[in-house]
């Protein structure tokens, strides 16, 4: 088929609003856009490695189901006929969900997420499922069992993790928009290595029905795209009250998408902390130009100070293994997933064989050495000492968020997303400790529960920097705002990465 | 308390029901160590007005209606459809090997 164009782009590069725009108008139909995906990922996803699954048949099947729902007059909405992928930890009674382990590798999960059913209803078109560390536990995708996923801008580089498949399917444009999952910077740290947009949402604002959990009192859906405006028509349709998560929230949702009025009278609070050691220099120089850009263009920059946020990379490292033990013990060979008791020879495995051997051969290294973690600060002797301790910090991080916004009197907090750009595959692969600290400056906002999202910036050492924006508890609106303020005025978004120039 | 020995790692590998080669006892000792090093500076951080810990996610408990639900509504599934995802059933059963009697890995 003959590549079609749309407002001087192939179609594969349209943003959400556009590709509504071009579908409305009767220019091209859900199912050219669709086969003009299909085609860019068979063509260059080799070169990347961002989808685990490509659901094709899938795809070709919802977008004519679009296309005849619009011929009849009957469209369901903006996202009705628009492809997309789900990171692979969103259950789909129709395809394959791994988490990107060998433990689920082939499993389909006999349900779907709520996620994955918002969006059906919505129309949108499933283009497949994109690579994640294993089980979300990871800063680069690196510990997927199915591979690496390669940064577009350059592929000697990671795509940062875990949703490195979704960010990097986004940037080399091989959907229109993703969704990812965020426990400690999953959704941020990608989207500003890859150069896209990002974003967290408060903790309990997206349902978490049907998402492979890994830690529970921190994880959260959100949208990766390649607009401001586009996050926030994506989260309309994904946040809300589910009856089967009893942690989402029943707080209204209001219509984001209505809500990206200018930036006249916005308060940037600008955290010292955020910026201290460790910080490459010529990261910090490009976030503090786009701070510089959005008070010329009418906002007011106030230096605020979290002093017991910059300890939430500790908290996060007893809290999350803590939870992740917990959640990891379902794989235990037994139900579902791999297990030893599947494999050709016939030993005569007692029952705690078929647990230590599946587990050992089901799960990798990352996985292991947090479920001991966890193991080992639930541990009775050490409890307090960690566990409690963790919990407390937590108490305090979060009241220190809580406050700051009211007795500085700002909408938003902005910083970097992560003290480097996008680092080589294998530099951090054998020191786990100088992984998790890439993490450093997005666990804070998981720790305090409140929304964040990264927008790209600017550019250092031909690799994008991302800007994060960081809100009150369900002030999606402000971070929303502020980002879709600052797409208006730079064009960082809009670089291109050279997978495709 | 913040260095983790082979042995350490040994009895959590089994409290975890991972089964280890000796080399992973070696390397996650070291791995672990150095993450339980890290997170010690936690307590620098004063938590004395802090009661214990309480929930953060600031949600109450939800009670859901004693109904049955009605075929076809998101989640119902049916119990064929899970019992078949497992390595060994019999019938509408899971099998699983003697619970009692059985080895009890290295501790």
Not at chain 2, 21 to 39: G, H, P
Request: proline share 4%; net charge negative.
């Amino acid at each position: 088929m003959s590549v079609k164009t749309y407002v001087n782009k192939p179609l594969n590069e349209l943003t959400i609003e556009e590709t509504a725009k071009g579908l409305a108008e009767a220019v091209f139909t859900s199912r050219e856009i669709t086969e003009v995906c299909l085609e860019h990922i068979e063509r260059h996803d080799g070169e990347i490695n961002s989808f685990v699954t490509i659901t094709a048949d899938l795809a070709r099947s919802q977008a004519d189901a679009s296309d005849a729902r619009r011929a009849s007059g009957k469209t369901l909405g903006i996202l009705d006929g628009v492809p997309y992928n789900l990171k692979d930890v969103f259950a789909t009674d129709d395809s394959p969900t791994t988490a990107s382990s060998h433990m689920l590798e082939g499993w389909v999960a006999p349900y779907n997420a709520t996620t994955y059913r918002n969006l059906r209803d919505a129309g949108a078109v499933l283009l497949g499922k994109t690579n994640t560390d294993e089980f979300t536990m990871g800063t680069s995708s690196e510990t997927s069992y199915f591979g690496v996923s390669r940064n577009p801008w350059n592929p000697e580089h990671v795509a940062g993790g875990s949703s490195g498949g979704p960010a990097a399917s986004i940037a080399a444009h091989m959907s229109i928009f993703s969704i990812g999952t965020d426990t400690g910077g999953s959704i941020r740290l990608p989207a500003a290595f890859c150069g896209v947009t990002g974003l967290k949402p408060t903790y309990g604002r997206v349902s978490r029905f049907g998402e492979i959990a890994m830690a529970s009192s921190l994880d959260q859906t959100g949208p990766i795209t390649k607009t401001v405006r586009d996050t926030a028509i994506v989260l309309e349709v994904l946040a809300g009250n589910d009856p089967l998560d009893a942690t989402s929230s029943s707080e209204v949702v209001p219509v984001y998408s209505k809500e990206l009025g200018d930036i006249k009278g916005l308060r940037i609070g600008v955290p010292k902390e955020f910026f201290g050691e460790g910080v490459r220099p010529e990261l910090e120089t490009v976030v503090r130009t786009a701070i510089a850009d959005l008070e010329k263009a009418g906002a007011t920059v106030v230096e605020v100070s979290l002093p017991a946020a910059i300890h939430s990379l500790a908290a996060y490292y007893i809290i999350a293994p803590a939870e992740v033990s917990s959640n990891m013990s379902r794989y235990d060979g037994i139900r579902y997933g791999y297990s030893v008791e599947r494999e050709e020879s016939k030993e005569n495995h007692t029952l705690y064989d078929i647990y230590a051997k599946s587990r050992a051969h089901g799960l990798g290294s990352e996985v292991k050495r947090r479920i001991m973690l966890g193991n080992h600060v639930l541990s009775s002797g050490y409890y307090d000492a960690y566990y409690t301790k963790a919990e407390q910090v937590r108490a305090v991080v979060r009241e220190e968020f809580e406050n700051i916004f009211k007795t500085e009197n700002i909408d938003v907090l902005m910083a970097p997303i992560s003290p480097n750009i996008a680092f080589k595959v294998g530099e951090k692969i054998n020191d786990p400790l100088a992984m998790y600290k890439e993490d450093v400056l997005t666990v804070p906002v998981n720790i305090s529960g409140t929304p964040g999202m990264s927008v790209p910036c600017g550019i250092v050492d031909d690799l994008p920097v991302g800007l994060q924006i960081i809100g009150p508890r369900f002030g999606e609106i402000a971070v929303l705002r502020a980002g879709a303020a600052f797409q208006s005025i730079t064009n960082h978004h809009l670089q291109k990465a050279n997978l495709l120039s | 308390m913040n260095e983790l020995s082979r042995d350490d790692i040994r009895h959590l590998s089994h409290l975890s029901r991972l089964e280890l080669t000796d080399e992973e006892y070696a390397r996650y000792a070291t791995q672990l160590s150095s993450v339980v090093q890290y997170v010690a500076q936690l307590q620098s951080v004063d938590t004395s007005s802090v009661q214990a810990h309480l929930g953060v996610t600031g949600l109450t408990n939800v009670l859901a209606d004693d109904v049955v639900r009605e075929k076809g509504t998101p989640a119902d599934i049916e119990p064929m459809d899970v019992i078949n995802k497992a390595p060994r059933h019999h019938g509408r059963l899971i099998e699983v090997r003697a619970v009692l009697g059985g080895e009890v890995g290295a501790a």
